[in-house]
């Protein structure tokens, strides 16, 4: 099973504030990289895909970017309501797998 | 409206059973593979099993196979789950997830909100 590991697990950042989290697969995966934003209590949501298309809905401050085995989810100029929890998928083999997530916190 | 509902979940003891059902609707369901992916209390999110859009191929996590059933009725444009000797660690919520594609590229991309099992004597 490929591994995912996300970091940091935590973060604190202020509104405005530009932060970025890394997804480190165990063995290379392409561009077969996606990640969900969750909202507490919610389902998860589909927010970037094929490691850097977002999503249709979504506001251009999310980006992503990577290959191969390190990824990046940047969120520029966090709002509110980005205070949330983010995880990254690989799609390129059987079982999918996901990150541990990481849990953006207001400081 | 393009949704899933999920439901069947409940308290149920270990080794017990359950049968998961996730209602589609707003999009021609048997177009799509489709999958199961659960969270325990606070924790992440872990795949648990998918079906090919007509039924016929299916695909487990270790942790559930020969316990777990996948299946759907494309007539009814639902999606089931049956959990067989059930145990503490598959406390979780349920979501049911539509798999899209771009090119190579595969997502979920939509999800329910999910369904509560909770296997405690």
Known sequence: DIQMTQSPSSLSASVGDTVTITCRASQSINRYLNWYQQKPGKAPELLIYAASSLQSGFPSRFSGSGSGTDFTLTISSLQPEDFVTYYCQQSYSIPRTFGQGTKVEIK | ?121
């Open chain 2, 1 to 121: 409206e393009v949704q899933l509902v999920e439901s069947g979940g409940g308290l149920v003891q270990p080794g017990g059973s359950l049968r998961l059902s996730c209602a589609a609707s707003g999009f021609t369901f048997s177009n799509y593979w489709m999958n199961w992916v659960r969270q325990a209390p606070g924790k992440g999110l872990v795949w648990v099993s998918r079906i090919n859009s007509d039924g016929r191929t299916t695909t487990y996590a270790d942790s559930v196979r020969g316990r777990f059933t996948i299946s759907r009725d494309n007539a009814k444009n639902t999606l089931y789950l049956q959990m067989n000797s059930l145990r503490d660690e598959d406390t979780a919520v349920y979501y049911c997830a539509k798999t899209s594609h771009s090119g190579d590229y595969w997502y979920f991309d939509l999800w329910g909100r999910g369904t509560l099992v909770t296997v405690s004597s």
